[in-house]
């Protein structure tokens, strides 16, 4: 069976986690929460495998102290978790659910007498229906909506918060939601996309210099990224392999970085950008203090006549998870040169995610999901791999603790290195979680 690497091959101050998200996890029919887009997304039929939403979930909202002993258990350093802005504010703005304000705020404390570093991130995807029925990313005002979010979770947790990340994912919350339709609100418009691209940015900005001026510090975001191959060498297919490329993997990055977004993109989203647009760059390019890095898989990308981008997923040859997704682990190693090349230029980069979905079987109480801790091992290697040609990666964050609710998938795919019974809500350590204990285990020198 493959061996994951032990931390003693890191450097002493690299830092292991893991992280979750609060929709995905918490039961989001508890606590005075209010109505987000992921649940009316998954009332419409179609959205999402079996119209499941997170209204249960794992309800870590009642279990969270058994969650984070798991943690510890698992001799991680950090723990990634986000807070929801509808149950912190159930109408987005305006009035504070104390509830669920107290709620975040047993959690840290919770993190801290267990010797965990909270790793906060503000928004992981469950835009306030409020908010969403005044156009949600697409409404420029939705920058100060949440930088008004922002400060009512600083001021009762900044004292106590390791990191912060403004945003996970950039690309779900404007492309994937609004382009490709995929994800709440559902939408499939460029003009919606561009705004929303341009707007989730703008919110990243004013909310990373608004927090900077309140004090808070190592302030970052999480961007996702995928290893874009282009399926043939033609002129075609390597034109639509560069627009997916930048798209997915240089646009947010761009924006976030350099205060631009890459030509390919303005080739097609410029006409829909806002008015007066550029005005904007200089505030989403906020100074940041470390980058977080998304990786899971890569895509082979064909050219698709029609109108721009002119891309097109297709099959590739590599073995691939639950989802489907190729696996790949190069593709980090790419990411991580890239980003500290590139962009981030000399700043800390964090994978603040990688893992597997898998077929995991339950075998008389175990899961031996010896394919997640090759996957794991894999990534890890390449991560090194990244280190070794000078990146300054200082940690490594696994997705996800839980078995939990993956969005359009429902709670069919499970990413946990914990399984999850979704009727007792029983939670099992599989495999992968001892391997990992064990592997990051300190030994006294
Ligand atoms: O479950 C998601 C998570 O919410 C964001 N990153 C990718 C994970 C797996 O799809």
Same mark, same amino acid.
């Given at each position: 069976m493959t061996q994951l690497p032990d931390r003693?091959?890191?450097?002493?101050d690299f830092l292991f986690g893991v992280s979750t998200s609060a929709y995905q996890i918490e039961g989001h029919a508890q606590g005075g929460v209010g109505s987000t887009h992921w649940d009316s997304f998954a009332a419409t039929p179609g959205n999402v495998a079996k119209a499941e #939403?997170? !209204?249960? !979930?794992? #309800?870590h909202y009642h279990r969270w102290q058994d969650d984070l002993d798991l943690i510890r258990d698992g001799n991680f350093d950090v723990y990634r978790f986000s807070t929801s802005w509808a149950r912190v504010m159930p109408e987005g703005r305006g009035a504070v659910n104390a509830e669920g304000l107290d709620f975040y705020d047993r959690l840290v404390d919770g993190m801290l007498e267990r010797g965990l570093k909270p790793a906060l991130t503000l928004y992981h995807w469950e835009l306030p229906s409020p908010l969403a029925d005044l156009g949600g990313w697409r409404n420029r005002d939705v920058a100060g909506w949440f930088t008004d979010y922002a400060e009512v979770v600083m001021k009762r947790l900044g004292d106590r918060i390791w990191s912060t990340a403004t945003i996970n994912e950039f690309w779900c919350v404007a492309w994937l939601s609004h382009f490709i339709g995929a994800h709440a609100p559902g939408l499939r418009d460029i003009r919606a996309a561009a705004r929303a691209v341009h707007h989730v940015l703008l919110a990243h900005g004013t909310a990373a210099r608004a927090m900077r001026d309140w004090g808070v510090d190592n302030i970052g975001a999480v961007f996702n990224f995928e290893y874009t191959q282009p399926e043939t060498d033609s002129a075609e297919d390597t034109a639509a392999a560069r627009n997916w490329d930048a798209i997915y993997n240089r646009m947010f990055l761009g924006a976030a970085f350099h205060g631009a977004y890459p030509d390919e993109v303005l080739a097609g989203i410029a006409p829909h950008l806002? #008015?007066?647009?550029? #005005?904007d760059m200089a505030t989403i390019a906020a100074p940041l203090d470390w980058c977080g890095v998304n990786y899971y898989t890569r895509k082979v990308i064909a050219h698709q006549p029609g109108p721009w981008p002119n891309t097109h997923e297709t099959k590739g040859d590599l073995p691939v998870t639950d989802m489907g997704w190729e696996i790949y682990p190069d593709g980090l190693r790419h990411f991580l040169s890239m980003v500290h090349r590139d962009y981030a230029r000399g700043l800390p980069i964090y994978v603040t995610e990688n893992g597997m979905a898998a077929p995991d079987a339950l075998v008389n109480g175990r899961i031996d999901d010896r394919d997640r801790i090759a996957y794991l091992a894999q990534h890890l290697d390449a991560a090194r791999a990244a280190m070794a040609g000078g990146v300054p990666l200082k940690g490594y964050f696994t997705w996800s603790l839980l078995d939990n609710y993956e969005w359009a998938y429902g709670y069919d795919k499970r990413f946990g290195i914990v399984h999850v019974d979704f009727d007792s809500l029983e939670r099992r350590p599989k495999a992968s979680y001892h391997a990992l204990a064990q592997a990051l285990e300190r030994v006294r020198k």
């Open positions: 003693s091959v890191f450097p002493n #939403d997170g !209204a249960r !979930a794992c #309800d806002p #008015d007066n647009w550029q #005005d």
